[in-house]
T-cell receptor, first 113, second 118 residues
Framework: DSGVTQTPKHLITATGQRVTLRCSPR?????VYWYQQSLDQGLQFLIQ???????AKGNILERFSAQQFPDLHSELNLSSLELGDSALYFC????????????FGSGTQLSVL | AQSVTQLDSQVPVFEEAPVELRCNYS??????LFWYVQYPNQGLQLLLK??????LVKGINGFEAEFNKSQTSFHLRKPSVHISDTAEYFC????????????????FGQGTILTVHP
């Protein structure tokens, strides 16, 4: 158990809908990262938050947004969902802003039908 | 921009045999290198990392990797595998920071599925 909690584990929704994925980092970790894993694109970095502030941005679509709250949990919001958004979304955390050791959650499997 | 190529998508091997999972990277600047393992239905777990110093890096579960700058490679090895090593292995790269630390985006390879047969 990495100590990173992601909810829900599975999410099935329809095209055009909006969903929110939630991540609780390991106790004491200040950074949260979001990654998308799909068969065709592999593991893609979306975004990093450090202590509530956006720290680094990757291949995140404009339809997607994220935030990190004062209690350090993070939410990834996906809107106007398309079939191609179906993927496994991972959250990871690290103690500080560096990415030298990430602890990954078990992921949220999103299926857009 | 940096990129990572894992040369084998699947590697079957018998128990107690040695294994090498190959990883090559491309970058115009200095990088840090990582290997992560993903067991079925779990998140990724750090196996080992190269930030600086000795080019031979030892990690958890008996794995080691060697950083070869001239060949831009970071191959993962284990002298004797177990059934429990069956998993998907990911090589990753991060741009080196001037201050000697690694920040931000990790770029992952496509993964290598290691299957250990009895």
């Amino acid at each position: 158990d990495s100590g990173v909690t992601q909810t829900p584990k599975h999410l099935i929704t329809a095209t055009g809908q909006r969903v929110t994925l939630r991540c609780s980092p390991r106790s004491g970790d200040l950074s949260v990262y979001w990654y998308q894993q799909s068969l065709d694109q592999g593991l893609q970095f979306l975004i990093q938050y450090y202590n509530g502030e956006e720290r680094a941005k990757g291949n995140i679509l404009e339809r997607f947004s994220a935030q990190q709250f004062p209690d350090l949990h993070s939410e990834l919001n996906l809107s106007s969902l398309e079939l191609g958004d179906s993927a496994l979304y991972f959250c990871a955390s690290s103690a500080q802003a560096t990415n030298e050791k990430l602890f990954f959650g078990s992921g949220t499997q999103l299926s857009v039908l | 921009a940096q990129s990572v190529t894992q040369l084998d998508s699947q590697v079957p091997v018998f128990e107690e045999a040695p294994v090498e999972l190959r990883c090559n990277y491309s970058s115009s600047v200095s990088v840090y290198l990582f290997w992560y393992v993903q067991y079925p239905n779990q998140g990724l777990q750090l196996l080992l990392k190269y930030l600086s110093g000795s080019t031979l890096v030892k990690g958890i579960n008996g794995f080691e990797a060697e950083f070869n700058k001239s060949q831009t490679s970071f191959h993962l090895r284990k002298p004797s595998v177990h059934i429990s090593d069956t998993a998907e292995y990911f090589c990753a790269v991060s741009l080196a920071n001037a201050g000697g630390t690694s920040y931000g985006k990790l770029t992952f390879g496509q993964g290598t599925i290691l299957t250990v047969h009895p």
